[in-house]
């Protein structure tokens, strides 16, 4: 499968994450998230059949820390389903106003 663009697993630059959001099949219960740009952001995960947003970040020397990264206040985020407009709104929409998974 060809994406429009090349996944990268690093720190993500500062600044505002470019949209919309990617997802990328891992398995039948994990998507992995990505940016428009590629950097990995996060994945969905499916738990109790409910599809929860997992925040991942990476630091300087590119070790992945669960639960960090530019969308670490939308960690645990719930969706219905993993599509992928909606949790591109959702979870870039919760960054810029601020508020997190809670939402």
Partial sequence: ????????????????????????????????????????????????????FKAMGYDAAGHMGPGHGPLTDQHNMAFAAPDAAEVSARLLGALASGSGASA
């Fill in 1 to 52: 499968m060809t994406h429009p663009f090349t996944p990268t697993y690093g720190p993500v630059p500062p600044g505002p994450l470019a949209g919309p959001l990617q997802l990328l099949p891992v398995n039948a219960e994990v998507m992995a998230v990505h940016t428009a740009t590629g950097a990995h952001v996060g994945s969905l995960k499916k738990i109790g059949g409910v599809w929860k």
